[in-house]
Nanobody, 123 residues
Framework: QVQLEESGGGLVQAGESLRLSCAGS????????????MGWFRQAPGKERKLVAA????????YYEDSVKGRFTISRERVKNTVNLQMNNLKPEDAGVYYC????????????WGQGTQVTVSV
């Protein structure tokens, strides 16, 4: 089993920061985490879900969508089975529901998803 639970969303003003966390659990996740890539997606109202950052659990260079480069940082805490997304200098266009997801490293599709956490950025 792979279970993902996001936390840390909320309402902030433009320019402020938020830190999202995604806790992975379940026997499959714990035993095979080293084979996974973890991603954070954002879905704004009326728009498709979009990958904003990703990192391989085993290490390597993270991926960032162009609009968040220099502002967002994805990191993992192996001991806690957690992937974090530090979001600085938030902009109104960063708002949406943020989802954590998992795929097999090298795979094309994310196969397990969390329930999402809402991020609202006011001007």
């Amino acid at each position: 089993q792979v279970q993902l639970e996001e936390s840390g969303g909320g309402l902030v003003q433009a320019g402020e920061s938020l830190r999202l966390s995604c806790a992975g659990s379940g026997r499959t996740f714990v035993n095979y985490a080293s084979l996974y890539t973890m991603g954070w997606f954002r879905q704004a109202p009326g728009k498709e879900r979009k990958l904003v950052a990703a990192i391989a659990w085993a290490g390597g260079s993270p991926y960032y969508e162009d609009s968040v480069k220099g502002r967002f940082t994805i990191s993992r805490e192996r001991v806690k089975n957690t992937v974090n997304l530090q979001m600085n200098n938030l902009k109104p266009e960063d708002a949406g529901v943020y989802y954590c997801a998992v795929k097999q490293r090298g795979g094309t599709e994310y196969t397990h998803w969390g329930q999402g956490t809402q991020v609202t950025v006011s001007v």
